[in-house]
């Protein structure tokens, strides 16, 4: 099993483009996550999707979106990339029966200049 | 804001020491897991333990939880170099099912 793949590992954005990060797990989870982590800050959930079809912001949600393209994809598209968006992403997934516990992917690390 | 908050933000001890990490929350919570983090690494899940347990182990790693004070240690007995990682204790808030909650972390170093 692959487990949550991301994909791109590394970005650098200037001000102002867009992008997309993309996730996919193959574990048949329900809910997917994204979330982001700065130094100091520990992870802050941006998106979350309890379900198919189903999408709920997070503690920090402005200047994102995303998509559950079905059970297995949830991007995260910024739509004009600004420099406080520097950050690594990562994306989860998680099954409510087992008390949420989540499984990650290796992280995308974003920079905007 | 954060849920948890993770004390201390980093510790270093010695081979074969024990190490604790504490963790304090703000409202009732489902239940409560802790994950390691290696540097440029994702989060992995190491253990979950429910709002009416007290205490679990699994291995070498020992979990307390007390509601009524809000708070929660992870113990990580005889430590080992390989332990060197960011700690994290994750909440599941009220009766929320789905989202997770993340604390600041404790950077753990074990140095030989």
């Known amino acids: 099993n692959a487990g949550v793949t991301q994909t791109p590992k590394f970005q650098v954005l200037k001000t102002g483009q867009s992008m997309t990060l993309q996730c996919a797990q193959d574990?048949?989870?329900?809910?997917m996550y994204w979330y982001r982590q700065d130094p100091g800050m520990g992870l802050r959930l941006i998106y979350y999707?309890?379900?198919?079809?189903?999408?709920d912001k997070g503690e920090v949600p402005n200047g994102y979106n995303v998509s559950r393209l079905n059970k297995r994809e949830f991007s995260l598209r910024l739509e004009s990339a600004a420099p406080s968006q520097t950050s690594v992403y990562f994306c989860?997934?998680?099954?409510?029966?087992?008390?949420?516990?989540?499984?990650f992917g290796e992280g995308s690390w974003l920079t905007v200049v | 804001s954060q849920q948890g908050e993770e004390d201390p933000q980093a510790l270093s001890i010695q081979e074969g020491e024990n190490a604790t990490m504490n963790c304090s929350y703000k409202?009732?919570?489902?239940?409560l897991q802790w994950y390691r983090q290696n540097s440029g690494r994702g989060l992995v899940h190491l253990i979950l333990?429910?709002?009416?347990?007290r205490e679990k182990h699994s291995g070498r790693l020992r979990v307390t939880l007390d509601t009524s004070k809000k708070s929660s240690s992870l113990l990580i007995t005889a430590s080992r170099a390989a332990d060197t990682a960011s700690y994290f204790c994750?909440?599941?808030?009220?009766?929320?099912?789905?989202?997770?909650?993340f604390g600041t972390g404790t950077r753990l170093l074990v140095s030989p």
């Open positions: 989860a997934s998680g099954d409510s029966g087992r008390g949420n516990t989540i499984y």
């Open positions: 999707s309890a379900s198919e079809g189903t999408t």
């Open positions: 409202t009732s919570i489902n239940n």
């Open positions: 574990m048949n989870h329900n809910s």
């Open positions: 994750a909440t599941v808030p009220g009766r929320s099912f789905q989202k997770l909650v």
């Open positions: 333990i429910r709002s009416n347990e």
